[in-house]
């Protein structure tokens, strides 16, 4: 997995274009989802070790920082925060977080809790003692198509139909 963490996705945004801002944290928040294997959810989901997905969480928070940051510099932060909140609804949920937190983090301490819980949540259920590499990969397929083809990849949209195959 390679997430820009050198690069800044915000560094060459002007600090009040909004949509572009937006747009940038929105595909930078995609382009990481993207790089987290299915296995890897299984793993976090079931309280193992899940390095990618901690890497995922932690870049969120990066990125949170950087909005932070860019905020701060602006000359009119108020009227970019506003302008933000009202398109905060046109990017992927993850990078509604990124904003919405870097906003917070304006009256305080910079904080990025990411909910990955819509994806984990449902795979808690799998039995894991039947968890065949078959299984996981049919299972993997589901969730690529489900997740990875939607680009307007919301909340509403749970892990539920990963119904497990029964032998």
């Not at 993850?94 to 990411?114: K, M, P």
């Not at 909910?115 to 984990?120: C, K, M, R, T, W």
């Not at 539920?160 to 195959?165: A, E, S």
Request: net charge negative; aromatic share 8%.
């Amino acid at each position: 997995m390679h997430l820009p963490y050198e690069t800044n996705p915000l560094g060459g945004v002007e600090m009040a274009d909004t949509r572009s801002l937006s747009r940038a944290i929105d595909a930078a928040s995609w382009l990481a989802f993207l790089q987290v294997p299915f296995a890897e959810w299984v793993l976090k989901a079931t309280g193992c070790n899940a390095h990618l997905v901690d890497m995922f969480l932690s870049y969120h928070e990066m990125l949170s920082v950087r909005l932070y940051y860019h905020l701060r510099r602006c000359s009119e932060p108020q009227k970019v925060k506003n302008d933000l909140l009202e398109i905060i609804s046109e990017v992927n949920p993850f990078a509604r977080t990124v904003i919405s937190s870097g906003i917070e983090s304006l009256n305080g301490l910079v904080t990025c809790d990411l909910n990955v819980g819509f994806i984990v949540g449902p795979l808690r259920d799998l039995p894991t003692d039947d968890l065949t590499p078959d299984v996981l990969n049919v299972l993997d397929i589901r969730f690529r198509r489900t997740y990875h083809r939607q680009r307007d990849n919301d909340g509403r949209v749970s892990n539920r139909h990963l119904t497990y195959p029964r032998h």
